[in-house]
């Protein structure tokens, strides 16, 4: 069932809804006020670094922009005094409120359309979002640059002249000296409101273009930053939508090294990546990089421990289902699939999610391959395709407005008898379901890499990080992807010498690329995270393997990966 979208509500009841926006904006000014970290008994030490001297160490930029998200400002904080304790020198980027609309504005928050397009975030939304964590950073002794000190009234107003004048059908496709405007102001339209395309309608196109202007006054900024100092790297979070994918492009066309990001799916652990977006990097990371990794059964045990703690998420801190129901007979039962005859599976996204441009993709869209699928197994009667939705349509921080199952049945009413869905509220296991599969069908999910280790066949159609790695069948083209589907069914599970391929990237990929930091000891989702630093000692080099190699990467540009292999041979096995 999708969740309700305010600009459909009646008109009166969408102006009583209207009326307690500022009582939302003071609900949020309060979360981020009691959720930002206050690192006073960390500065308070006498063997902090001083106010920084310019005296020629190594200079960094954090540009946090939205302080409001949370996840990002308070692991940048935190990782703005490791790097003091390593050397560096650090400066802050935050919009002070200069922005017509942003990661932080989605339709949960202003669900008055026709408002939002005309004025944007409220002036108490965005003084939440940058004034406690402005504070938070000049406690650290920091220099904070600010959006309003960096462009000018006459450079807003062009922005805002572009933005408006352009032809919507060249919005998406703005690019100004490098910088993929439109791309991201797209990306950061679709996030809004929570779709793969923009509803139809006025505001929608007024909101793109809220967007794009935002995305133009950021690479004003950016630049006339990166022209004042000269900074070793710029490291900050997600890496896409605005700002931060229009900081990294500008910062990436001025030659400064970029390093993004995000949180990862173990407890306790980060992804970050060199250049651009791990949605990007971890197609194009090479094989050299985990393929010559020597394999242990100690590894192989870790592996098997979590992969099979990832059935109830137990190990990880980003769930979908704590209680999944995994039984053959219930499985078939709810989906009406027949187990006796060749079973297809297929995984889908969060159609609205990352959408950005991918040139490996076999397809315009996920939507586009679902319906090419179904449309290709329909003449396939001897063939039961199952159909798993992403439950993250409802269970994500942003749930999906364009439900799978809706989008799908505007071109199938009825769908095919040999095509069965488990819909993303179903408590049936993912994992259970696929591994009873002859081969997997996917377009950008990690499962893939589970399932390859576990040795079912996965056929890749779109930008799915296990691609490219001599584990899966990856599609370049709609021809080539059909080709693959006439192989079907398969005849067997994949070769002893592929599984353990496959493995040894499930392991990198797990273990190695995502980082921990142990004093990290929850998520709390968009109020950030609870932490356990006592003292500077939690953070200086030695104390945390996983800090130091995050700090060393941001510093040095080595590589973002964890020795779990090394450190695993050295502590006594355990299971899960």
Known sequence: MSRLDPSQLPAALRKRLNKSQLYLDFRRERSLRANTPAWDHLVADTSYPAADSGSGSPRVLVPTVTGGYLPGSQLEGLLTIALRLRGAEVDVLLCDGMMAACQMCTIDWYGDLAKFAANGPTKRHCRACFGPINDMYESLGVTVHRYSELVTDEEVADARRTAAELPLSELSDLVVEGVHVGEHAKAG????????????????????????EAALVTRVVTTRLLERFEYEAAVFHHGIYVPQGVVGDTARSRGVRVVNWNVAYRKS??????????HHTLLSEPTSAWDAMAWS???????????????SGSNDWITFHRDPQVEDQAIATETGVDFSKPCIGMLTNVIWDAQLHYQA??????????????????????????????????TGV??????????????????????????????ISTYAAMERCNAVL??????????????????????AWVRNKGITLDAESEEG?????????????????????????AYHFFFRRMIPLEFT????????????????????????????????????GSPFVYPAEELAELEPATRS
Not at 189 to 195: C, E
Not at 363 to 377: C, E, G, H, Q, V
């Open 189 to 212: 339209a679709l996030r809004f409101f929570g779709r793969g395309t923009l509803p139809d309608g006025p505001h929608p196109e007024a909101i793109l273009r809220r967007f794009v």
């Open 269 to 278: 652990s980060y992804i970050f990546s060199h250049g651009d977006t791990y």
């Open 297 to 311: 059964p100690r590894l192989d045990t870790d592996l098997d421990d979590y992969l099979k703690s990832r059935w």
């Open 361 to 394: 993709n076999a397809f315009p869209s996920m939507l586009d391959w679902a319906r090419k699928t179904i449309a290709y197994f329909a003449r396939r009667p001897e063939l039961e395709l199952l159909i798993r939705v992403h439950p993250a349509e409802i």
């Open 398 to 427: 942003m749930p999906s407005r364009e439900p799978f199952v809706e989008a799908i049945a505007a071109t199938f009413p009825e769908l095919p008898p040999n095509v069965h869905v488990i819909p993303p509220e179903s408590r």
């Open 442 to 463: 996917i377009f950008g999910t990690k499962t893939g890499v589970e399932l390859a280790a576990t040795g079912v066949p996965v056929v890749v159609a779109g930008e």
């Open 481 to 505: 992807y059909f080709e693959l589907l006439d192989r079907l069914p398969l005849p067997g599970r994949l070769p002893p010498e592929t599984v353990e391929r496959a493995r040894k990237y």
């Open 521 to 556: 000891t929850q998520l709390l989702g968009t109020h950030g995270f609870r932490w356990q630093v006592d003292s500077l000692a939690d953070l200086e080099p030695g104390a945390s393997r996983g800090l130091d190699v995050i700090c060393d990467g941001i510093l040095t």
